[in-house]
């Protein structure tokens, strides 16, 4: 934990150079992957037996039939949970969740929330985050977690029994993996559009700076 | 990737494909394109060429392999699966298979037996009458479907680990293979683990009442540990067996252990 807490801190000081560390871009490229991976074969999945009226076009779905797309989705996982459980304990351990995502406050959140939508929120600074960026990135690493808890229950509702019993049962757990699959899309789209219009910001996800 | 390799100069790539595709098996052809339409979404945001899908099916078995390892390792012989009282029985309980229901095998109960080979002392057949006198015991657990969807039901049956003690059987073997009366000949391997675990049954009547067409008279293994459809139905033979024998559905891609 020392050593990682150190070997962060000389890129603190540099926070004036690099605004994503190594280890942060390549992990958001690997779960960006992952994510695309599970979404698209999860689709699929899906529309074998639809949770609701309506079903995933095959277009944008990933394994051509329910076989194929279990075999990406049961593949794509471990990239997702071996990379999620690094970034978790990295995050952590280096202090870097606790030196940008805290604290929340509901003031700075309206506040804040308030500058976005009149386009009056600043970006100079991209190595600190604003709260409406904190909120949403404290709550998708939330929503990360409970996806991978609720697939698990799926994938193993009697060895894992007491990980269903979390969700109550095995229909629930799907629901609730299926809530926090379309909480991931409207993430995705918020971030990727908002990316797009501060461009900078990407550059920084991709060489740092 | 490898893609260059594939390249043969004045040869249009995608012509080529649609020539190969045509001198394939129907059955093979239809899968392989379907593969290859499953990744056509995934070549425009890789740039991947769709040549390289074979070798991305190739990939994905064998990950396939590893997770039934892992399964086989997280399988805990004494964790049992929840059960339930039988007010939360689903009425009615789905029926499900790859044909419709008048399709669905008719077995005369008189005529029947059920073969039993391998690796087991007694290789004696077995009327239905031999198994009803039995003793069964009576199990309300979920079913879970492959595609998602779960129901809860009533089996009563034999402890499948009490037949394989009854016939001799190896239960060092690796598997008991079954096969069914279904169309095209539906049959599948159950580790033998999940043979002996406490829960596995050959199931002979479903909510107390002889076991009905629709949920694979005469006998039913029911494997509330497994998914549904290594819950093999209409039932003619078991083989203790080394040999991974394969089954309908594992060989088309879905996982081998399915386990739940």
């Known amino acids: 934990m020392s050593t990682l807490a150190a070997a962060d801190g000389p890129t603190v000081q540099e926070s004036a150079k690099t605004i994503q560390p190594a280890w942060v871009r390549t992990m958001h490229w690997i779960n960006a992957v992952a994510m695309i991976l599970m979404i698209m074969s999860g689709w699929q999945i899906y529309n074998a037996s639809p949770l609701f009226d309506f079903h995933f076009d095959k277009s944008i779905t990933l394994g051509g039939w329910l076989g194929g ?117 409207l993430f995705l789209i918020v971030h990727v559009v908002l990316a797009l219009l501060v461009p900078k910001s990407l550059r920084a996800m991709i060489i740092g700076r | 990737m490898a893609k260059r390799s594939f390249l043969i100069p004045g040869v249009d790539r995608r012509l080529l494909i649609k020539d190969a595709v045509k001198s394939m098996p129907d059955l093979t052809r239809r899968r392989f394109i379907a593969g290859g339409a499953s990744l056509g979404a995934l070549t425009l945001l890789t740039g991947c060429d769709v040549l390289d899908s074979d070798r991305a099916e190739e990939v994905l078995k064998q990950v396939s392999k590893f997770n039934d390892t892992v399964q086989a390792w997280m399988f805990n012989p004494d964790a049992l699966a929840p059960t339930f009282p039988e007010s939360a029985i689903t009425k009615p309980f789905p029926f499900n298979a790859y044909y419709d229901l008048d399709d669905a095998p008719e077995v005369d109960g008189k005529t029947w037996k059920l073969e039993v080979r391998g690796l087991v002392d007694n290789k004696k057949s077995w009327t239905l009458d031999e198994l009803y006198a039995l003793p069964q015991v009576k199990q309300v657990t979920r079913h879970i479907c492959v595609e998602g969807w779960s129901a809860i039901g009533s089996w009563t049956g034999t402890p499948l680990r009490d037949f394989l003690k009854l016939i001799g059987a190896d239960t060092r073997a690796k598997y008991v293979w079954f096969q069914c009366a279904d169309k095209e000949g539906y049959n599948s391997p159950l580790d033998m683990r999940t043979a002996l675990h406490p829960q596995t049954q050959m199931t002979f009547k479903f909510a107390d009442e002889i076991l009905p067409r629709a949920y694979g008279f005469p006998m039913k293994i029911r494997v509330p540990t497994k998914l549904g459809f290594k819950n093999p139905k209409y039932v003619i033979s078991m083989e203790v067996t080394n040999d991974y024998k394969g089954g309908y559905w594992e060989d088309q891609g879905y996982n081998s252990f399915s386990g739940s």
Not at chain 1, 77 to 89: C, D, E, F, K, T
Not at chain 1, 101 to 108: A, D, K, M, N, S
Not at chain 1, 130 to 157: C, D, E, H, R, T
């Open chain 1, 69 to 185: 797309a279990l075999l990406w989705h049961f593949a794509a996982m471990w990239l997702l949970m071996i990379n999620g459980l690094a970034y978790l304990v990295t995050g952590f351990a280096t202090g870097r969740f606790r030196r940008k995502l805290l604290p929340i406050t509901p003031g700075g959140v309206i506040s804040d929330a308030k500058a976005a939508l009149t386009f009056k929120l600043s970006h100079d600074d991209l190595s600190k985050y604003n709260y409406v960026q904190k909120l949403l990135y404290a709550g998708i690493i939330a929503v990360g977690v409970v996806i991978v808890l609720s697939g698990l229950s799926m994938w193993k509702p009697v060895q894992l029994y007491y990980l269903v019993m979390l969700f109550g049962d095995y229909p629930t757990a799907r629901y609730v993996h299926f809530i926090c699959m379309a909480l991931i899309c």
